[in-house]
């Protein structure tokens, strides 16, 4: 069993369902928080010729500082990174019926982006509040330090990197890939 090697890490971007609920444990004297995100990923749909979307909830445990940050910086639709990873767990309803859930134990959470109405007066978006361009380098803290990514720019690529047709994207054929 010694050889044996193994990894359960998790890492999620996506925008939160719902408001962190935060919750005091006495008898650990641990805060815990509990939110969902949501991943969507797209694809093309054979039969129809359409784009689809698929949307997958993830429901996140986060503990002690973690859950600190969730509850200062993390609110319905806010973009957010989890690391952790996957745990699950059993427990019995009121019918005494065993049910098990499957949960992401958050090791890291990193705000990306704030939603609606908070991202222009909470500092997080990365732009400024009257043009709507990048504030001076570009850079978003995370809640509570750490590394530092670069600011959203609406989701788009450099000028540079845009173009209208796929025939216009430059190809260098002496590539073997």
């Not at 093309?44 to 698929?54: C, I, L, P």
């Amino acid at each position: 069993m010694a050889n044996k090697r193994s990894l359960n890490r998790v890492i999620l971007v996506g925008s939160v369902g719902r408001d962190p609920e935060i919750t005091h444990i006495p008898n650990l004297d641990r805060d815990v928080a509990k939110f969902s995100i949501a991943t969507t990923d797209v694809y093309m749909d054979k039969n129809s010729n359409q784009f689809q979307e698929m949307t997958e909830w993830h429901n996140i445990v986060a503990w002690g500082s973690i859950a600190k940050k969730a509850e200062k910086g993390v609110n319905k639709g806010t973009l957010v990174l989890v690391e952790g990873k996957l745990k699950t767990r059993k427990w019995k309803d009121q019918n005494n019926q065993e049910h098990r859930t499957t949960e992401i134990q958050a090791d890291n959470l990193v705000v990306l982006e704030k939603s609606g109405s908070n991202k222009e007066s909470s500092g997080y978006s990365g732009r400024n509040n009257n043009q709507g361009q990048q504030q001076s380098g570009g850079y978003n803290p995370p809640m509570g330090g750490g590394n530092y990514y670069p600011a959203s720019t609406a989701n788009q690529a450099p000028p540079e990197m845009q173009y209208d047709d796929i025939a216009d994207i430059p190809y260098d054929d002496s590539d073997p890939f």
